[in-house]
């Protein structure tokens, strides 16, 4: 049914409905297909009518972007230490499915010292260990290119030497680049045809690449850590019976011209044993089990242990001996 004074009126209400801005989620995925119809309800002499108009169709278009988040605390290492990993996270936050091209700068200003890409220098963290070990695979531009599907991330390493003329707490940074294989741009840029499944592709908030550096400090610091234990047994032996008394003694002590700073001493109470009560000494002096003005304690947690605070040590301070006793149940 027609009602030709109707249907210019129509005509203008379905084009502004069809121009009308669509809400969407900045996630959708590239290649989503989008339908929109309006549609006009009226009486007209007492009659109720429908009219729709034409459909409006429209696909999502990919969006490029990429974020890289550092996941290492400053890294602490020697003049010299060789394979030094910091850990980072690439996250494809774009709507589609992309690959991602690797880079490392190690000469970046502001730092101290540049540190030396190892050969090679960026590996995927296969492990899931957080740090450089040898089942972590290399990566290969242009053969091992991460690909991601939208909100996926990956864990990379940069892998780097230390050299060897660096001075106590020098500081020394390495960056990782991620970028777009797509393609990259001002925000906004239309890449024709290159988006999943041939649609356009559109350079998103990040350009199409982002990067994060982090921290190497350097610590030239060797520290000597040794435990032994004596037991003694109730029937005057030194067999490791129940009931028997086990005596563990530490040693702690700074080997060259380095400095620890704020160092905390921490041995758990070992399974089927007792902690002995006010059994802890550091340097032949008792010291208590709770929390005050001494520096030791026993905290009593699922795992119990004995907490000692050293404080800053230097060669000079000489070896510091701690002690403490556990029972066998």
Do not use: H
Request: proline share 6%; charged share 15%.
């Amino acid at each position: 049914m027609v009602f030709p004074r109707l249907v210019p009126f129509m005509w203008v209400l379905a084009c502004w409905l069809a121009a009308a801005p669509v809400a969407r989620s900045e996630g959708t995925p590239a290649g989503t297909v989008i339908d929109n119809v309006a549609t006009v309800n009226f009486d007209l002499g007492g009659v109720n009518s429908t009219l729709d108009s034409n459909t409006v169709t429209f696909m999502v278009l990919e969006r490029l972007d990429v974020i890289v988040t550092l996941q290492s605390a400053q890294v602490v290492s020697a003049p010299g230490a060789v394979d030094r990993s910091i850990l980072f996270t690439v996250t494809n936050t774009g709507n589609g499915t992309e690959a991602f091209e690797l880079a490392i700068d190690s000469l970046l200003p502001g730092d101290d010292f540049d540190p030396v890409p190892a050969v090679p220098a960026i590996y995927f963290d296969t492990d899931a260990s957080g740090g450089f070990s040898v089942g972590d695979i290399a990566y290969v531009p242009g053969g091992n290119d991460p690909q991601l599907v939208a909100d996926e991330s990956v864990g990379i390493l940069l892998v780097n030497d230390i050299p060897g003329a660096v001075a106590d707490g020098e500081l020394g940074r390495s960056q990782l680049t991620a970028t777009s294989i797509t393609g990259t741009g001002t925000p906004g840029t239309t890449l024709v045809g290159l988006g999943d499944g041939g649609l356009d592709a559109i350079v998103g908030a990040s350009g199409g690449a982002a990067s994060g550096f982090g921290e190497y400090i350097v610590a030239d610091v060797q520290i000597s850590l040794t435990k032994s234990v004596v037991v003694s047994d109730p029937l005057g032996g030194t067999e490791p019976t129940v009931g028997a008394t086990l005596t563990y003694t530490v040693t702690v002590e700074v080997l060259n011209s380095g400095t620890i700073s704020a160092g905390t001493f921490s041995d758990p109470i070992p399974e089927f044993t007792t902690f002995v009560p006010e059994s802890i000494a550091l340097n032949g002096s008792a010291l208590t089990d709770a929390n005050d003005l001494d520096a030791g304690e026993f905290i009593a947690n699922v795992t119990p242990e004995v907490v000692i605070q050293l404080g800053d040590l230097t060669q000079v301070d000489g070896i510091q001996t701690i002690e403490f006793q556990v029972t066998i149940d």
